[in-house]
């Protein structure tokens, strides 16, 4: 699991960085935020030298940086920290994450198809123009996602949560939602067309359940 070590900046609350020895492994040591880091661009450097060489990446704090245009195809994530990150124009298949967090994080016209993603927690973050399609995103989090013109199709979502979501033209279609919740879902053209929705868990207030969606698989039901 990434170090929770607090910045070391007076008054600064963020979990730091991520530290590296001589050899370029990661340290467990204390450090800075990138905001409050004395040498910003080289830590980052560093941290983006390090998934880049690394399959296999355990324990990482990358909070608060912006990935653009980076190859993730068959990355290994375990136990770490993406936390108000940005990622953009990523082009990815068979991205793997484990208890990972990416809380309040940013994902722009990714696409991230084949993904298998399980404890995996996405609080708060937001997609716009992103695709999952054919993932296992099982026992993920998804409170308070805001998701645009995006997909989960053909994915296992297996007993995730969508609470307080805001879903807007995405599509959720020939998924396995069984046990998934749905609760307090603001949700406008979204389709669960296909996918198991008599074994989800909705409630009344804004779910397509309640709303007569014509989209919504009512065969399902």
Do not use: W
């Amino acid at each position: 699991m990434y170090s929770s070590n607090i910045c070391l900046h007076p008054g600064c609350m963020k979990t730091a960085l991520s530290n590296f020895d001589e050899n370029g492994e990661i340290l467990e040591a204390n450090s800075y935020c990138y905001k409050h880091h004395p040498a910003p661009e080289d830590i980052k450097a560093k941290i983006y030298k390090y998934i880049q060489e690394h399959d296999k990446i355990v324990g990482l704090n990358a909070n608060g940086l912006t990935f653009k245009n980076i190859d993730l195809t068959n990355k290994r994530f375990y136990g770490c920290c993406f936390h108000h990150c940005i990622f953009a124009g990523i082009r990815s298949t068979g991205f793997r994450s484990r208890i990972s967090s990416f809380d309040y994080a940013v994902f722009t016209d990714c696409n991230l198809i084949k993904s298998n993603m399980q404890y995996t927690s996405f609080a708060g973050a937001k997609f716009i123009h992103v695709l999952f399609t054919g993932s296992d995103m099982i026992l993920d989090n998804f409170t308070g996602l805001s998701s645009f013109q995006s997909s989960f199709d053909d994915s296992d979502l297996y007993s995730s949560r969508f609470i307080n979501a805001k879903l807007v033209d995405t599509s959720i279609r020939n998924c396995n939602i069984r046990q998934t919740i749905f609760y307090n879902l603001e949700q406008q053209n979204v389709s669960f067309r296909m996918s198991n929705t008599k074994e989800a868990n909705f409630d009344e207030k804004g779910s397509a359940l309640f709303m007569g969606d014509d989209d919504y698989d009512k065969s399902a039901i």
